[in-house]
């Protein structure tokens, strides 16, 4: 009798993607797929890391700017910029909610062996944002906890927050 494999025993594929000068990855089984940065509809009252909505294949998709959401300042728009749709899930809901991000690399299988857990101290990214650091070459990829860093229900506090703010 063999049991299944665990998972963290297993290769596991990133999509890596540049926020400025530093490399992220993203667990591949969360992106729904890549589009190119376009029109968007602001929303009033949202903290500064809600770019806005988007319109995809008539779904309103929020758009957060990962360069805001860690505290960076807003990101700019340049050639290479595009968002990376993914799925969420809120209160046992699936969401979709798209990430402005610098440009997106590739794919990167890493095996377990180069993962490597978290950092202790420093880091300009929020340590229970980041699920691990990969080993790629001569650099690490910030492994992103997409359940931490993309936790609706945060960022929904956050814009309520940002509401009540402007209203009081």
């Known amino acids: 009798m063999s049991s299944a494999p665990d998972p963290l025993d297993m290769p596991r594929q990133f999509l890596s993607f540049a926020l400025g000068q530093e490399s992220f990855g993203l667990d591949i089984r969360t992106v729904r797929e890549i589009i190119q940065h376009g029109a968007m509809t602001t929303v009033p009252l949202m903290p500064d890391f809600v770019r806005g909505v988007i319109n995809l294949r008539g779904a309103v998709v929020p758009v957060i700017d990962l360069k805001a959401r860690f505290g960076r300042g807003m990101a700019t728009v340049g050639k290479k910029t595009c968002i990376v749709i993914v799925d969420s899930v809120r209160d046992g809901e699936r969401t979709e909610l798209g990430l402005m991000v610098d440009a997106v690399s590739e794919v990167i299988t890493l095996e377990p062996g180069q993962v490597e857990p ?15 650091m990969g080993r790629c070459a001569d650099r690490f990829l910030v492994l992103l906890d997409p359940d931490r860093a993309l936790d609706i229900a945060e960022m929904a506090s956050l814009c309520e927050a940002s509401q009540l703010a402007l209203a009081a």
Not at 118 to 132: C, K, L
């Open 118 to 132: 978290p950092p202790t101290f420093g880091g300009s990214t929020r340590r229970d944002f980041i699920a691990g």
